[in-house]
């Protein structure tokens, strides 16, 4: 007894995994992952084409973060329509990524390079904040002892660079990490050769990101993770006049628990700021001159703490959280000689407080899960103050304070009817708030112009689906999902008149320009099915997804144009096909991607025609750590539409782009 007293005790094992608390799926809803093998899978590297193999997710512009606007990148999911704002929340290790003012995802910001996995969910849980249309949850990459250092170096098309860096350490109690990248490029001319004029030319890049990472045990199996991060990204759209510029700084620490009950405490930080110009071109594109010039500070910050446990089959969850973000555009307008005459400062503030809770259960076969949340919310410290620079006021509005409670909620079921077959079905409402951005911001695009409106309503979801998982061996799975939902005081971007002329809210509209302002509609309608698959046979490996969405426009009184039309910008079908070898040295690989026709505006009066366009990569191993790749977008070089100004000139998205490099982990 005595020797066996004297026998040192067995080392305890810590495991850090820098993630929040574990979660289950979502019952009656399809999860789709995406490994690092399917993130490296993308031939550019970059968030927003890797989000691209999700199909029914899209953004408000066929173009990529290298030369679309900023403003255009809201992320939608089953033909609910969009603009600037998002209406799928997008999360990087639990901090909400949407930008405080716009509700734009920054994609320059969010590195794949350093992303471990990605998960998508359809459909509003009922539980995540602003995750009206689904939710997209990134976790980063931790640090490996065995690879403790991954680089790579590329160079492409059109004086292109590619630089991507993780770096870290690991210890037997925590680990840190390093990332970074930067890209720069001199652009393609975005104007189609045939619509071209004097004025257009090739549209420059350059982004930089880095973040660091510190994750810590605390003791017991309590973890500490630390980030911090900024980035800043310059652009424009190919003429004189289209400078864009967008930079910012996040902070976090969250503390995660995993005992018999896991629970996690978050508290975040995040300061953006947009520059951006506008510039009208003249009818021969011969000449462009400034209309607008904004510069737009915000900041969001917010907390969320959560606990959840299971007990045999019964499981539960249950948290608080908040969220404050504030915002101001500042402008000079109706610019005489290449000067403004006028300023504008238009903004406000939004905070939004909730409680959730929901619970499941299994038994014999079948799955349950119950959820919901309340919301207090709130819009204040709105204002719009315009002035001409010689002193006089023209302006001076203050918006009422508006506040109120908004309940959303979710069930759903599942049946396991076989070993390989599974049936679901799930019914949620959800809810988003309508940004900042849509409340006091103006905006143009070439010659039309779209005014705030300080008055909008949130949006309000319901929403209905169900499905089928086949699973018939571990390497291969098929997932059939049918839903229709309906969006009330959907917001969209209205047309109200044509240019010539001045309109509030935006000022002069030339000719060929049309005026809009963002209003609630009365609804969108959206029913369709999804697909997804894969197999997995040796080296080979094959997935693909597909998204059919049946979407219409239901509006009246000054929306009544828009009754039955298609929402803006949201194709009838997509689909992705990747296939892929991978050897012991080697790999091969290529994705085809179709987008159907689409409309360009919220009247259908354009359309940007089907895109069908393929991508390869290719890697070869060299000496015992070092990798040479070649990767192509657009292969074929298809001219993909991705814009259409009111004046019938056409933007195409990125063509054919070669890139070459080294890869050393």
Do not use: C
Not at 5 to 29: F, H, K, M, N, Y
Not at 249 to 277: E, H, M, N, P
Not at 426 to 448: H, I, K, Q, S
Request: aromatic fraction near 8%; hydrophobic fraction near 40%.
């Amino acid at each position: 007894m005595a020797a066996a007293a004297l026998q040192p005790a067995e080392p305890t094992t810590i495991v850090v995994t820098g993630r929040g608390i574990e979660t289950d799926d979502v019952v009656g809803s399809t999860s789709v992952t995406l490994d690092r093998s399917a993130i490296e899978r993308s031939a550019s590297g970059r968030m927003e084409d890797v989000l691209r193999d999700i199909a029914g997710l899209t953004s408000f512009r066929r173009s990529d973060s290298r030369s679309a606007h900023p403003t255009s990148q809201g992320l939608t999911l089953r033909g609910l329509g969009g603009n600037a704002a998002s209406r799928v929340a997008l999360s990087l290790d639990g901090v909400p990524q949407a930008d405080p003012f716009g509700g734009w995802i920054a994609f320059a910001a969010i590195d794949p390079h350093a992303v471990d996995r990605i998960r998508v969910t359809r459909g509003a849980s009922g539980i995540e904040p602003g995750a009206l249309a689904g939710e997209i949850a990134v976790d980063s990459r931790a640090a490996e002892k065995d690879h403790p250092l991954d680089a790579s170096l590329s160079l492409g098309s059109r004086e292109s660079v590619d630089a991507r860096l993780l770096t870290g350490a690991s210890w037997s109690d925590g680990f840190a990490t390093l990332s970074g990248s930067f890209s720069r490029g001199d652009g393609f001319v975005p104007v189609v050769e045939e619509d071209r004029g004097p004025v257009d030319r090739a549209a420059p890049f350059r982004q930089l990101s880095g973040r660091g990472r510190l994750v810590q045990a605390l003791g017991g199996s309590t973890e500490a993770q630390v980030n911090v991060a900024g980035y800043g990204d310059r652009r424009d759209r190919g003429f004189f006049g289209s400078d864009n510029r967008q930079w910012g700084f996040d902070a976090s620490l969250r503390l995660v628990g995993r005992g018999k009950i896991g629970w996690s405490a978050l508290g975040y930080w995040q300061d953006r700021t947009f520059d951006s110009l506008f510039a009208a071109v003249n009818d021969d594109r011969s000449a462009a001159s400034i209309v607008l010039d904004q510069h737009v500070p915000a900041r969001g910050w917010g907390a969320r703490i959560e606990a959840n446990s299971k007990l045999g089959r019964l499981g539960w969850r249950a948290g608080a959280d908040a969220r404050r973000v504030r915002g101001t555009t500042f402008e000079d307008f109706r610019f005489v000689d290449g000067e403004p005459t006028r300023q504008r400062e238009a903004g406000g503030a939004a905070t939004t407080l909730g409680i959730f809770a929901g619970t499941s259960i299994e038994a014999s076969g079948w799955s349950f899960d119950l959820g919901g949340r309340v919301d207090r919310w709130h819009i204040g410290r709105g204002l719009l103050l315009e002035t001409d620079l010689s002193g006089a006021p023209l302006t001076d509005q203050r918006f009422s304070r508006r506040k109120g409670w908004k309940a959303s909620g979710r069930v759903g079921v599942r049946r396991q009817v076989s070993r390989t077959v599974g049936l679901r079905a799930a019914a949620y409402t959800g809810w988003r708030l309508p940004t900042l951005n849509e409340l006091y911001r103006p905006f143009r695009v070439g010659p039309d112009a779209t005014a705030a409106n300080a008055g909008l309503a949130p949006e309000r979801l319901r929403g209905a689906e169900g499905g089928m998982d086949w699973r018939p061996a571990s390497n291969a799975r098929l997932s059939v999902t049918a839903f229709a939902n309906r969006l009330d005081n959907a917001i969209a971007n209205v047309t109200l008149g044509e240019g010539p002329g001045v309109f509030p809210g935006v000022g002069f509209v030339a000719a060929g320009g049309s005026y809009r302002q963002r209003q609630n509609v009365d609804a969108i309608r959206a029913r369709g099915i999804e697909v997804d698959g894969g197999l997995k046979r040796g080296p080979w490996s094959a997935t693909f997804t597909y998204a059919l969405s049946d979407a219409r426009v239901e509006a009246g009184g000054e929306a009544s144009p828009l009754n039955g039309h298609r929402p803006a910008q949201i194709p009838r079908h997509q689909a992705s096909v990747s296939l892929d070898w991978t050897g012991g040295i080697a790999g091969i690989g290529a994705t085809a991607r179709f987008t159907s026709a689409q409309n360009e505006d919220d009247l259908g009066e354009d359309r940007l025609p089907a895109a069908l366009t393929f991508d390869a990569r290719s890697r070869l191993a060299v000496l015992k750590r070092g990798e040479i790749e070649l990767r192509v977008e657009n292969l074929f070089d298809r001219r993909v539409i991705a814009a259409i100004s009111g004046d019938d000139i056409r933007e195409r998205a990125l063509p054919r782009t070669v890139w070459i490099g080294v890869r050393f982990r």
